[in-house]
């Protein structure tokens, strides 16, 4: 440390002006001491003789021990010690003689005060940070390669030998630092400071894997937390006892950072002020997931103008939210589907909190998920008319339909055809049921099978999950210009929000 200092502090004395001597005489002898004409050997004092030069202005007082002896004569007496020399006394002219009590503190300095009283200490408090606040500043000479010396390299004294390193480098840079001799370096001891990756948005991106970590051990069913980031409870906010209570009314989807899309069977009697939408939510009876879910009051409610509640013809409605939500892994939105796309046959997936049978069936704690294929319009119907709606119902152009698809006809190992037999998906389980009503069913797109859209809003059906007979769904694919033309409008758009343009209709050839 004595080195490092001494060095800098050199460099200092030597560019200061020489020290004016003056003779003194001894009173009892008459004979002039040698120090009065010998300058101070500089290299030879000590950090605090130097310092008292620097700051005092006064020269320092050299020990006895220190000081070149007159050649001895017999008339010559010797030259007592500083300590013991007889005061000069003073004139009117005669300034004062500085005693050597008054420089006794600075010679008593120790390297901290020394460095504090020159102005080059370390930095005290919270450090100065720099290098967009990965680096702090430190004085130049506790830092090496780039990083603060932690081990006393170069800074300790070594009893013997140099203490200068031979592969000392230069700092990495000052020019961020208030303090001249302050450098810019990493501290080795500090955390990393880890950011985490901006999320950014995607309609349609399912978690697969869930959020944070994929849960094992569960029931047929239940999906992962964040797995579909769309799903949104769509709850009625109600007094019960003295105490707010949140009853839930059916499923949705998040198509807009600000609009839930649902059934309108679910909505169209309701008030907007009495519901809310929650999003991120996963269980419902605990809040222990990785990430908490969001309630957003529900601002307005617009339910299609040609919605039937006798037949749920044209049975959706958009719920516009009092505020956006923040998009993040999970909660995020659904995209809509291209109109002139043909998903019949598309694997697609249904959630809810619905029950698991039609007659006795309870209520899902954790979200539920089924895996559907789409059917065609015609074969719906067909499937359809085989119920109590009789051989003369008509499907609804507003619908659409999934599961229980159609038996595939098969090679066998001798050649011949045979009809596949009807597995999970056309059997007795794979569809919604009572309270899944206005939940989504999300279909891969066939252009990009890692993205999914709307592909239908469950309506109804004929009880849950019965043999060959498909549920039924309202397609938003017969609705996208009406969703577009409506977001637009709400939020004063200057033109169609998920950029649609509707086809203007041919004029008819003569």
């Known amino acids: 440390m004595r080195l490092v200092i001494g060095t800098l502090l050199l460099a200092v004395a030597l560019a200061l002006p020489p020290p004016q001597h003056s003779t003194a005489t001894d009173q009892a002898s008459g004979q002039v001491t040698a120090s009065s004409h010998q300058q101070t050997d500089v290299a030879q004092m000590t950090d605090a003789e130097l310092l008292s030069a620097l700051i005092g202005g006064a020269a320092p007082d050299v020990p006895a021990a220190e000081v070149v002896p007159v050649p001895p004569a017999a008339e ?143 029931a047929e069913g239940e999906s992962q937390f964040g797995e579909f980031p769309w799903m949104a409870a769509v709850l009625r906010v109600e007094e019960v006892g003295g105490q707010e209570k949140n009853l839930f009314v059916c499923g949705g989807a998040l198509v807009h950072p600000q609009v839930v899309m649902t059934a309108a069977h679910c909505v169209y009697e309701q008030e907007s002020t009495s519901l809310r939408v929650r999003l991120g939510e996963w269980d419902t009876q605990h809040t222990t997931e990785f990430f908490p879910h969001v309630d957003v009051a529900v601002a307005e409610v617009e339910t299609h103008v040609d919605f039937n509640g006798r037949n749920l013809h044209n049975d959706i409605a958009l719920l516009f939210l009092a505020e956006p939500v923040q998009l993040q892994e999970h909660i995020d939105t659904l995209c809509l589907p291209d109109p002139a796309v043909n998903y019949t046959g598309a694997d697609c997936v249904a959630t809810g909190w619905g029950k698991d049978r039609f007659d006795s069936g309870q209520y899902q704690t954790v979200l539920k998920q089924v895996e559907l294929q789409r059917v065609g319009h015609d074969y719906c119907q067909t499937q359809l008319r085989t119920t109590r709606l009789g051989t003369r119902f008509v499907l609804d152009d507003s619908f659409t339909c999934a599961g229980a698809p159609e038996p595939l006809a098969v090679a066998t190992t001798e050649g011949a055809p045979k009809v596949a037999q009807e597995d999970a998906k056309a059997g007795t389980v794979a569809d919604t049921c009572t309270g899944d009503g206005g939940s989504p069913l999300a279909c891969r797109d066939p252009a990009d099978p890692e993205r999914y859209v709307h592909g239908g809003i469950v309506a109804w059906g004929i009880g849950c999950g019965e043999k060959g007979i498909p549920g039924v769904y309202a397609d938003p694919q017969r609705f996208v210009y009406w969703i577009d033309e409506l977001i637009s409008e709400y939020f004063q758009l200057p033109q169609s929000y998920f950029g649609l343009k509707e086809p203007v209709a041919q004029a008819a050839q003569p």
């Not at 010797?78 to 003689?97: L, R, Y």
């Not at 901290?112 to 009283?117: F, K, P, R, S």
């Open 76 to 218: 010559v007496a010797p030259v007592p010690p500083a300590a013991e020399a007889a005061p000069v006394p003073q004139t009117a002219e005669a300034a004062p003689v500085p005693q050597a009590a008054e420089a006794a503190p600075t010679a008593e300095l120790t390297d901290a005060e020394l460095l504090a009283a020159l102005g080059l200490g370390a930095n005290q408090g919270e450090p100065e940070r720099c290098q967009d606040s990965q680096y702090v500043c430190v004085p130049y000479y506790l830092c090496r390669e780039e990083e603060i010396v932690t081990d006393g390299a170069g800074l300790i004294d070594i009893r013997f030998g140099n203490n200068q390193l031979e592969n000392d480098t230069a700092p990495l840079t000052h020019s961020e630092c208030g303090n001249f001799i302050d450098v810019c370096c990493r501290d080795p001891m500090a955390k990393p400071e880890i950011k985490e990756p901006e999320y950014v948005p995607r309609c349609g991106r399912r978690n697969e894997f869930g959020v944070n970590a994929r849960i094992v051990g569960f």
